[in-house]
């Protein structure tokens, strides 16, 4: 992966969108560069509403998908879900996955600023990259951050 975007969902949704044509205009689409890269989404979406009613799915410039459902909390919260070992695991699988085989990575939550951001971050250090600019710029959520590094930590053990 080149790059990791960070987004809500409807910038999410912009930018699937870049890389739809309407059939017979695939010529004027790619002339317009809208048709230059392959991406993987993270989407992740709230409990309460049961997702967002929104769905990704594979195509020719989307390469996988990985829909979680859990809430902008740090604690467990009646009602709520709370990110865990599990997420953090199907996470950085996903990640391993594609790392070679997509351009981008696109990670959004609803507003793109909580939950895709620690993603986003973790990925990106995933990656070899400097993520210090998602805690610059924004305010990811520790919690989520903090298990997918345990989380990797805990895969690295594992291997020795």
């Known amino acids: 992966m080149k790059r990791v975007l960070v987004k809500s969902v409807h910038g999410a949704f ?41 769905q990704f799915t594979e ?19 009646d009602g ?3 990110f865990d070992d599990d997420m953090a695991d199907r996470i950085i699988d ?28 973790y990925a990106v250090e995933m990656l070899g990259g400097d993520n210090s600019k998602y805690f610059e710029e924004g305010t990811p959520n520790q919690y989520i951050y903090d298990v997918l590094e345990s989380a990797w930590v805990r895969r690295q053990l594992s291997r020795m």
Do not use: W
Request: a negative charge.
């Open 14 to 54: 912009s930018y699937v969108m870049e890389h739809y044509y309407p059939f017979g205009m695939a010529d004027e689409a790619a002339e317009l560069g809208s048709l230059t890269d392959t991406y993987t989404v993270i989407s992740i979406q709230d409990s309460h509403t049961g997702g967002f009613g929104v």
């Open 59 to 77: 195509n020719q410039f989307c390469k996988g998908v990985l829909t979680l459902i859990f809430d902008d909390i740090v604690t467990e919260v």
């Open 80 to 82: 709520a879900v709370l």
């Open 94 to 121: 996903f990640i391993e996955k594609y790392r070679k085989s997509a351009d981008t990575l696109l990670v959004h939550c609803y507003a793109g600023q909580s939950r895709s951001r620690a993603v986003g971050a």
